[in-house]
């Protein structure tokens, strides 16, 4: 599997790849990324609890889902190809909300993110079947009561999702589409 990362320069830009195994760790370079917010057709957003086996923030609960386009993939094009992968849904209507998110975090273990991830909205109706590998669990939440739950004990989510929904108005990411 061509399983490789964009790296980028401080100022965001493509300057290389690397394979995604030996990009995590200690000292992560900058490499560009996606996270992606799924809604129903009733409103409730996905949000999922990452596998125990995940190399980084195990056991955390986050967004839908994240990932790495691969060199010259089209970002929407990586969005779907992960979605099938990590939870067997089709999404569609990929929206951008957050085209310059940037962050850097520290997980428990040492490992860090350290990535350009824009933001994406997407949408469907499919009934998931998460890739046990990736997904411990999963649920359907109101975005709002999401909000109060990050606004209560962020410590128990993944630190992009805490910083992004800061970014989105109120939280409520169904105001951004």
């Keep these: 599997m061509n399983d490789r990362v964009v790296l980028l320069d401080e100022r965001g830009l493509p300057c290389g790849s690397a394979s995604r195994e030996v990009v995590h760790g200690p000292a992560t370079p900058l490499h560009l990324a996606f996270s992606c917010y799924v809604l129903r057709g009733d409103g ?47 999404v569609r209507d990929v929206e951008l909300l957050l085209p310059d998110f940037r962050y850097s975090a520290t997980d428990a273990a040492g490992v860090v993110e350290n990535e ?11 009934d998931p079947t998460p890739d046990p590998a990736e997904v411990a669990e ?16 962020p410590w128990a989510f993944s630190p992009w999702l ?16």
Aim: aromatic share 6%; hydrophobic share 45%.
């Design 44 to 90: 409730a957003m996905l949000v999922t609890r990452r596998a125990l086996t995940k190399r980084s923030w195990p056991g955390v609960w986050t967004n839908a889902f994240c990932g790495h386009p691969r060199p010259g993939e089209p970002m929407r094009a990586a969005i779907r190809r992960h979605a099938r992968h990590e939870l067997g849904i089709a």
């Design 116 to 126: 350009v991830c824009p933001v994406y909205l997407a949408r469907s109706d499919d």
């Design 138 to 153: 999963l649920a359907w939440v109101d975005p709002e009561d999401l909000g109060r739950a990050l606004a209560a004990a």
């Design 162 to 177: 805490v910083e992004q929904a800061a970014r989105l108005v109120q939280g409520d990411v169904r105001a951004a589409s």
